[in-house]
């Protein structure tokens, strides 16, 4: 034998490597075969609650829906501007022929969001509660926001298929870590005296949970929350190559057949719910917090 | 009288990984410094014995690092001993579960901390409240209570604020009321007024003297301050890495400070503000106790002196004088009343006066001025050559 090792890598033998690709994709096909339909059926009450929403968005006229909308931010913002700002893009979008994709796009990021507040907070409350769940946590949220999304595309659309469910599960994995990382930051960076202050008057871990740590880390939660919305907006348009309906699809159909405009018009639009999202969460929880300012004026 | 409210005995705390077998290293006789170096365990406390009884404000003074806020911590187990037992009103606290000690602190004590541990998001009312809430006392009863505590530290008017809408001092008095509030018998205040300007430290110090007064709560008050601890002091215990080098009252720690740790803090004390007229008077003299001239002149003369303090069953009446009494004489006769000879500008002391505010009058006068009690009883006599002795001896 030569000494190639040391000019080439001791790499693996190709028939093992091979053997090793198809063991484990014949195991997960056979995994997907058996339970494939199983865990689509749990999923179903999502399903049908995605639809719901999704066609109440796009059957309701859109002058109603404006004006709900309009309601939002104004009550979340009290800024006259930002509302009236929200209302001009809203009916650009509109008459620029882009407002029901937008609506299947408003509808599937609300879901998304909601159910990435939903499981990251609690989540996040755990680590936050815990080193050795902090220690688990935090690579497998690493994993999370590095690994390409087409990577754990694969899987999960060899599992259930192509459609709505997947592009959720796809949209929440790239898009809940912010909100369960800055759920655990938060807590921790809970004034300690305060926490003693709790523990003094002989508060339980639910009344020192519910009445201290979550009030005074809602400041650093909303952050996480404001990241999460964003991220699952940039996902929209890989969403859409899995089936999800929405303003990602005609950028997708932009970038194949190289049409710009259609592709900025599009983008345009998704640039504007983000800028919405973003302001209106923001407006909210800088108003929420108003007093922690040491605002003497009031 | 003294009746013993917290007993703690053989209290040791070790931080670090191991630290029962670093006390029993600390046990054997390692020293402090001697386990940080060998075992890096730092030792917080050493064999603390402490006596709390009710209705006294009791003071734990120390430097940085002198371990009075790792104590303080242990009385509402805050923090949990290494070693030894903490008793509160015959209750074993270290022997409570966890669901006990949480009704231990909500009703029986409270605490006031240095940076106020108030809730930002909540109002100064709410805030008041806080101890209430935890017990799960309805909202217009709590409130209610929070408005009259407020009321009691002088912060009516300020209900609705948020507290980083208030100073230091007025967000102190927020931290006092929430400890009011639940009406726990000990108060543990954790250098409660050390974060405070002088000007408003001294404010509240006159407050919290105020409402002791009415409230006769049990204070453990921590400070590092010695001239606070002299102030608000029943008793005062100096703390000193860990260890308690002395225990005893403002006096005793000013006149027979036990080491020369104590002497270095001691020296620099303004005894004149810090001590009172009765820990310095001496018994008095002369006491004349006649009630007619004559025999007060009889009197005089048997106690070889040229004044004396005329005392009736009524108590004090005033100084009378060898000349005083003559002229009374001469005025009436021998059957005249004593008080008639009362020379009339003789200033009193009384015995809670401060050595700063006497000290004028003591000088000015050739004898020994009278220390009259609240109830007009002759205490004591104070002479400047006293007040020489004391305030000269550093």
Redesign the interface.
Same mark, same amino acid.
């Given at each position: 034998m030569s000494l190639s090792w040391l000019t080439e890598f001791p790499e693996m033998d190709r028939s093992d490597l091979l053997a090793i690709r198809k063991t484990l994709d014949a195991a997960y096909r056979d995994f997907s075969r058996s339970y494939g339909d199983a865990i689509e059926s749990v999923f179903d009450p999502l399903l049908r609650f995605l639809v719901w929403f999704e066609q109440l968005l796009l059957n309701t006229p859109w002058l109603i829906i404006i004006a709900v909308i309009l309601t939002i931010v104004y009550r979340a913002s009290r800024a006259w501007k930002l509302t009236v700002g929200v209302a001009i893009s809203l009916g650009l979008i509109g008459y620029f022929g882009m407002w029901d994709d937008t609506m299947r796009t408003l509808s599937i990021i609300t879901v998304c969001t909601l159910l990435s507040i939903v499981l990251g907070i609690p989540i996040g409350i755990l680590m936050s509660g815990s080193k050795r769940i902090q220690g688990i946590v935090t690579p497998i949220l690493d994993v999370m926001q590095t690994m390409p999304a087409f990577v754990y595309l694969i899987p999960v659309v060899m599992l259930l298929g192509i459609g709505k469910i997947p592009g959720v599960i796809a949209v929440v994995i790239y898009a809940i870590p912010p909100v369960i990382r800055l759920t655990n930051l938060g807590i921790r960076l809970v004034?300690k005296?305060?926490l003693? *202050?709790?523990?003094?008057?002989? *508060?339980?871990r639910w009344?020192t949970l519910w009445?201290?740590q979550m009030?005074?880390a809602?400041p650093t939660i909303m952050a996480g929350i404001n990241q999460t919305i964003m991220m699952a907006l940039a996902m929209v348009v890989i969403a859409s190559m899995i089936g999800v309906k929405g303003l990602g699809q005609p950028v997708l159909k932009a970038i194949t057949n190289q049409y710009f405009t259609l592709g900025l018009f599009n983008g345009l639009a998704i640039v504007a719910l983000a800028i919405i999202f973003d302001r209106v969460s923001q407006a909210y929880a800088k108003r929420a917090?108003r007093?922690?300012?040491?605002?003497?004026h009031? | 009288m003294s009746d013993v409210l917290i007993k703690i005995s053989g209290l040791y705390k070790v931080f670090g990984k191991n630290p029962q077998e670093a006390l029993a290293q600390v046990k054997a006789g390692k020293t402090k410094d001697e386990l940080l170096v060998e075992t890096s365990h730092t030792l917080g406390l050493e064999d603390i014995n402490l006596e709390i009884n009710r209705g006294e404000i009791f003071v734990v003074m120390g430097l940085s690092g002198s371990g009075k806020s790792t104590l303080i911590?242990h009385f509402?187990r805050?923090i949990d001993p290494t070693a030894g037992s903490i008793t509160i009103d015959g209750v074993d606290v270290m022997g409570l579960s966890s669901s006990e000690?949480?009704?231990?602190?909500?009703?029986k004590?409270?605490?006031v901390?240095?940076?106020?541990?108030?809730?930002?998001?909540k109002t100064v009312q709410e805030n008041v409240a806080?101890?209430l809430?935890?017990?799960n006392i309805g909202k217009v009863e709590r409130l209610e209570k929070a408005g009259k505590w407020l009321q009691d530290v002088g912060l009516s008017g300020y209900e609705n604020?948020?507290p980083?809408?208030l100073s230091g001092g007025q967000q102190q008095r927020v931290g006092l009321a929430?400890a009011l509030c639940?009406d726990a018998d000990i108060l543990?205040m954790d250098e409660a007024f050390s974060a405070l300007d002088p000007l408003i430290r001294s404010e509240m110090q006159d407050q919290l003297i105020d409402l002791q007064e009415r409230l006769q709560k049990t204070i453990v008050f921590i400070t590092h301050d010695l001239d606070e601890a002299l102030r608000l002091g029943d008793r005062i215990a100096i703390l000193r890495d860990g260890k308690v080098v002395q225990v005893g009252e403002p006096k005793d720690i000013l006149l027979n400070p036990a080491d020369d740790y104590v002497e270095s803090f001691v020296k620099d004390v303004n005894r004149a503000r810090a001590l009172t007229v009765e820990t310095v008077m001496k018994a008095p003299k002369y006491r004349i106790t006649a009630d007619t001239i004559g025999e007060a002149l009889a009197q005089m003369k048997t106690l070889k002196s040229d004044y004396g303090y005329y005392v009736s069953d009524e108590g004090y009446q005033g100084v009378v004088t060898q000349e005083s009494l003559e002229q009374a004489l001469k005025a009436g006769s021998e059957e005249s009343d004593t008080k008639d000879s009362v020379v009339d500008d003789v200033p009193v002391l009384s015995t809670q006066d401060l050595l700063e505010n006497v000290l004028p009058e003591t000088l000015d006068n050739a004898h020994p001025l009278a220390v009259v009690s609240e109830d007009g009883k002759l205490e004591g006599q104070l002479s400047r050559g006293e007040i020489a002795k004391v305030l000269g001896n550093n």
């Open positions: 004034d005296e305060v003693e *202050a709790s523990a003094a008057y002989g *508060a339980n009344q009445g201290v009030p005074l809602m917090q007093h922690l300012g040491g605002d003497h009031e | 911590r509402n805050l000690l949480r009704e231990f602190r909500r009703h004590i409270s605490m901390f240095q940076r106020f541990g108030l809730l930002p998001h806080f101890g809430k935890v017990q604020q948020f980083s809408q929430r639940t543990l």
